[in-house]
């Protein structure tokens, strides 16, 4: 079955250390999006890339990194510049970046700090 | 810019009766409207969207919502509650334009209990 897969499912942060969230899918979708969701606030876009080897910061980039270098794969590093990184993390995909298109979503991570 | 209201942050019904989640949007475009709900510890799974065709749509799970322009609204109903459907659910809207022409902007989500 087509779909994306977010690994790890829990993930623990050290102060200092960075921390990748992986996000994989199979879906052949060129746009993919990783989302920051905190208790009663929603999802914050935090990057995009509407194809292969392009990306764009969103609304919260600050202290995150993303690569594109494969169609299938977006992994989102989270740097030790990020003060407050424990949240749940989805990644989500869609066929275009275009309005209409609807996003897909991974089962998302959770990170923690320690 | 757009934005999204999503009108109660808890909404409570018993087993069986209507289910009605607000969502209000601003917009200085037609939109395309969306929500999307959320099981616990799990992704979002899109119910239904709104993408300029007929006004009231229907989704899965028995969900809909009517597109209202002249209330810039787009509420989400059920006849009748299932105890399946406690979950969070969330409003997003998109426009066609700019450079994320992508881009979703959500509401703050509505949780729903349904008690049996």
């Known amino acids: 079955d087509g779909g994306i897969t977010q690994s790890p499912k829990y993930l623990f942060r050290k102060e200092g250390q960075n921390v990748t969230l992986s996000c994989e899918q199979n879906?052949?979708?060129?746009?993919m999006y990783w989302y920051r969701q905190d208790p009663g606030q929603g999802l914050r876009l935090i990057y995009y890339?509407?194809?292969?080897?392009?990306?764009q910061k969103g609304d919260i980039a600050e202290g995150y990194s993303v690569s594109r270098e494969k169609k299938e794969s977006f992994p989102l590093t989270v740097t030790s510049a990020q003060k407050n990184p424990t949240a749940f993390y989805l990644c989500?995909?869609?066929?275009?970046?275009?309005?209409?298109?609807?996003?897909?979503f991974g089962d998302g991570t959770r990170l923690s700090i320690l | 810019a757009q934005s999204v209201t999503q009108l109660g942050s808890h909404v409570s019904v018993s087993e069986g009766a209507l289910v009605l989640l607000r969502c209000n949007y601003s917009?200085?475009?037609?939109?395309?409207l969306f929500w999307y709900v959320q099981y616990p510890n799990q992704g979002l799974q899109l119910l239904l969207k709104?993408?300029?065709?007929?006004?009231l749509v229907k989704g899965i799970n028995g969900f809909e919502a009517e597109f209202k322009k002249s209330e810039t609204s787009f509420h989400l109903t059920k006849p009748s509650a299932h105890m399946s459907d406690a979950a969070e659910y969330f409003c997003?809207?998109?426009?066609?334009?700019?450079?994320?022409?992508?881009?979703?902007?959500f509401g703050r989500g509505t949780q729903l209990t349904v008690w049996p």
């Open positions: 989500a995909s869609s066929i275009e970046d275009r309005a209409n298109q609807p996003q897909h």
């Open positions: 879906l052949n979708h060129d746009a």
């Open positions: 890339s509407q194809i292969v080897n392009d990306f």
């Open positions: 917009s200085s475009v037609p939109p395309y």
């Open positions: 709104y993408t300029s065709a007929a006004t």
């Open positions: 997003a809207v998109s426009e066609d334009r700019g450079s994320t022409l992508g881009r979703l902007y």
